[in-house]
């Protein structure tokens, strides 16, 4: 079975900086195509950043630069780095696993930017 677990969100003034993990089981990161969505109320779920088996990154162009999607093979965890947070960036997080036709979901983390 497998599992995804964020951790990491929380609230943050603009400006600031966030660091997501999502711990696997069941599942071995470097076998598939790991990403990170986000989803604001209202709105609907969009890629922030994803990385390949081949370690190719893409980064939506509203993070590019200010987010890095990394990954550790050893301890089978993927993380993203968040500077420069704006409010924009308030939504839920969510670890996002696809592997051949198979697609996993963490449970998601909220992240909010507020002063």
């Known amino acids: 079975q497998v599992q995804l677990q964020e951790s990491g969100g929380g609230l943050v003034q603009p400006g600031g900086s966030l660091r997501l993990s999502c711990v696997a089981s069941?599942?071995?990161?470097?076998?598939?195509?790991m990403g990170w969505y986000r989803q604001a109320p209202g709105k609907q779920r969009e890629l922030v950043a994803d990385i390949s088996s081949r370690d190719s990154i893409n980064y939506a162009d509203s993070v590019r630069g200010r987010f890095t999607i990394s990954r550790d093979n050893a301890k089978n965890t993927m993380y993203l780095q968040m500077n420069s947070l704006k409010p924009e960036d308030t939504a839920v997080y969510y670890c996002n696993a696809a592997l051949g036709l198979y697609r996993y979901w963490g449970q998601g983390t909220q992240v909010t930017i507020s002063s």
């Open positions: 069941g599942i071995r990161l470097n076998r598939a195509t």
